[in-house]
């Protein structure tokens, strides 16, 4: 529930997209430069917040970001200037970095076997903030204009980060934790993580992965809206079929990779990212005409992105958490997933500016295939 509250003050930025667009005037590249400024800064805050976890523990690194998302929503909501909304979204980029190394940090301390299940069951949280946060914040926007969708999410946020700090004990055991920072040891694991050709090949195939997901999480509202001609409503209700393929695959899939011990992970990975692309493939020459095949493709999608998605956020983190640290693994892998995006976001848009969705998609579905090549040649290896 934690990690899903973070989504209601970072998806209000993709369904507030076409109003803003309307409301303003700026074009697909201007919003994509915001969304940029979001991954940067999101991706620094991974690489710094998964070494502080494991070093300083995660509820407070946890909290702290709540409340900085929280109140980088609420300005965000009496903004009118482009580069005042990249710096406030930047910001707010780094605050919502607090929550992955965290909560896993948090998981895995809790739960040392069967972590596919677990990590699929568990990674699936966001997704359930996905599938809350679309309708809601869709329904705001339509009802009371794009800015209620920035002023609402931080008093839901406030009442979390009570429940958060009232009711969650990082570890096992009961009693405080004795904070103790050690530079030597956390330069130590960044090093053995950057010498590990597997988490660096796995890293850049998830890298490649979110640039499917950027056209998931930040693009599909407006993508709904301006193919299909949909109130925002209804677009942050359809859009949901996207996370609720995801949740039901990443359960089934983590599931999976702890019974089929002959497939291996990266196997299972490669698979799913390999039928991502030929989803894609059919959502290039289908969607656009035929909004109720356009549906149940988008559910597939959220389906094959999302089974590779946790498995590598999620699980991989946990399984390499003796060696590296959990939270250090998940911020290096999640970090350079968003280093990506900073440059994908105003990328897409500016291909959607000058070229429509349909190059939208070519870019996702060229990113599927190199992703799958990557994790395909480490299965390969592996055997």
């Known amino acids: 529930m934690v990690y899903a509250s973070y989504y209601l003050a970072r998806l209000n930025y993709s369904i507030a997209i076409p109003s803003i667009s ?12 915001i969304g940029g ?13 998964g070494q502080l976890v494991d070093s300083l523990g995660a509820k407070r690194i946890a909290l702290s970001g709540l409340i900085l998302s929280a109140f980088m929503s609420l300005l965000f909501g009496y903004t009118d200037l482009l580069i005042l909304f990249v710096i406030i979204w930047g910001i707010n980029g780094y605050a919502q970095s ?3 190394p965290s909560v896993v940090k948090i998981i895995s301390n809790w739960f040392k076997s069967s972590i596919g299940t677990i990590g699929g ?22 009802n009371y204009g794009w800015r209620a969708a920035f002023l609402a999410p931080p008093f839901l946020l406030v009442l979390i980060v009570i429940i958060f700090y009232l009711g969650v004990n990082e570890k096992p055991e ?24 597997r988490l660096i090949t796995i890293s850049l195939a998830y890298m490649l992965l979110q640039f499917v997901r950027s056209g998931f999480t930040l693009w599909a509202p407006s993508y709904l809206f301006e193919t299909w001609s949909l109130s925002l409503d209804v677009t942050g209700c359809m859009a949901a079929v996207i996370p609720l393929g995801g949740m039901i695959g990443s359960m089934i899939f983590g599931w999976l990779s702890d019974r089929a011990k002959w497939l291996e992970r990266q196997t299972i990975i490669f698979l799913l990212i390999l039928s ?15 909004p109720q095949i356009g549906i149940i493709l988008l559910f597939l999608s959220g389906l094959a992105l999302y089974g590779p998605h946790i498995l590598i956020a999620t699980v991989i983190p946990i399984e390499y958490g ?9 911020g290096f892998i999640d970090g350079v997933g968003y280093i990506g995006l900073t440059f994908a976001d105003p990328f897409i848009g500016w291909i959607v500016d000058i070229k429509g969705w349909s190059g939208a998609i070519t870019f996702w579905l060229i990113s599927s295939v190199a992703a799958a090549f990557l994790m395909g040649i480490l299965s390969w290896r592996r055997k």
Request: glycine share 8%; hydrophobic share 45%; net charge positive.
């Open 276 to 290: 991502l692309s030929f989803t894609l493939l059919a959502f290039y020459y289908v969607a656009s005409y035929n």
């Open 37 to 49: 400024a979001f991954s940067i800064s999101y991706a620094i805050g991974q690489f710094v917040n």
């Open 322 to 330: 003796e060696k590296y640290g959990a939270a250090s693994v998940a």
């Open 174 to 197: 009961d009693g405080e934790q004795t904070v103790k920072i050690e530079v030597f040891h956390v330069k130590s694991r960044f090093k053995q993580i950057l010498l590990s050709k």
């Open 98 to 100: 607090t929550g992955w």
């Open 22 to 33: 309307e409301d303003l005037q700026y074009s697909k590249f201007a919003l994509g430069l």
């Open 121 to 142: 069951v568990f990674g699936s949280c966001f997704l359930v903030g996905n599938m809350i946060a679309w309708p809601l914040l869709g329904y705001i926007t339509t």
